[in-house]
């Protein structure tokens, strides 16, 4: 599997599906706004950003925006150097050794291929933490994901993330390294709502479950509002 190279067709994939998607929640509710991704869906008017089923994940204002403006100009590389800036200062100012921090744009192809794994599991996670993720939506983003992969395996395994429950210890798991950890908490942030009482908790959880030192929390907060300020 890929997931490297399908996270990155992901993040830079168009928002035709979005329109179809609207359209068809709409129809069906008889409604211009729903709840859950159907909100979503009504804040892409305009084509002001893009983003395809990773759209679909995508379901908060942070997420929209550094989704569109950063990650879809990037990919994986935008948010690895993200990743590495919290890393490289947290680093500096907990006095550390000056290693390089192994983020997933610094890595070799075999490498950067588990932290894009672990990352579209923090994703698919953070997707879910606002509990709306219905088979419609699942369906719709198989869909999507059918006309970038079309490797049974990849997408058998997407279609079981979707509909285990959301574990947040079990999301965590696959933090092998702490620079793993610190992107798949990036890719996290970037994806809740932290208005939202479950999603915020969700974060907060994760960060706990992966053992993410406060201060490289703190770091990364700090590194995603720059990010989305320059975007904006």
């Known amino acids: 599997m890929n997931t490297r190279g ?3 067709q992901l993040m830079k994939s168009g928002d035709q599906l979005l329109g179809q998607v609207k359209n068809q929640k709409n129809a069906a509710s008889g409604k211009g706004q729903g709840g859950g991704l159907s909100d979503l869906m009504s804040g892409f008017g305009g084509g002001a950003v893009t983003g395809g089923a990773l759209g679909l994940l995508l379901g908060s204002k942070k997420g929209r925006k550094l989704g569109g403006k950063v990650l879809t100009y990037g990919g994986l590389a935008a948010l690895g150097v993200v990743a590495y800036k919290a890393y490289s200062s ?3 100012k907990q006095n550390m050794a000056a290693a390089e921090p192994q983020t997933i744009d610094r890595l070799p192809d ?3 291929e588990q932290h894009a794994l672990a990352i579209l599991r923090a994703l698919i ?5 606002d509990g709306h993720i219905d ?3 699942r369906q719709l983003i198989n869909e999507e994901m059918a006309k970038l992969d ?3 395996d990849t997408r058998q395994w997407l279609q079981q993330e979707l509909a285990k429950p959301l574990d947040p210890a079990e999301v965590a798991g696959a933090a092998s390294t702490p620079e793993v950890a610190a992107e798949m908490y990036l890719a996290s942030l970037l994806v809740v709502d932290e208005q939202n009482y479950m999603e915020r908790s969700y974060l907060q959880e994760l960060a706990r ?3 993410l030192d406060p201060a490289l929390q703190q770091e990364l907060d ?3 509002s720059q990010a989305l300020n320059r975007a904006g």
Do not use: V
Not at 125 to 129: D, F, L, N, P, T
């Open 125 to 129: 996670g953070a997707a879910k933490s």
């Open 90 to 92: 947290y680093q500096k």
């Open 209 to 211: 479950q992966m053992r």
């Open 135 to 137: 088979e419609r939506e």
């Open 110 to 112: 075999a490498q950067a």
């Open 6 to 8: 399908l996270l990155d």
């Open 150 to 152: 079309n490797q049974q």
């Open 222 to 224: 700090a590194q995603a």
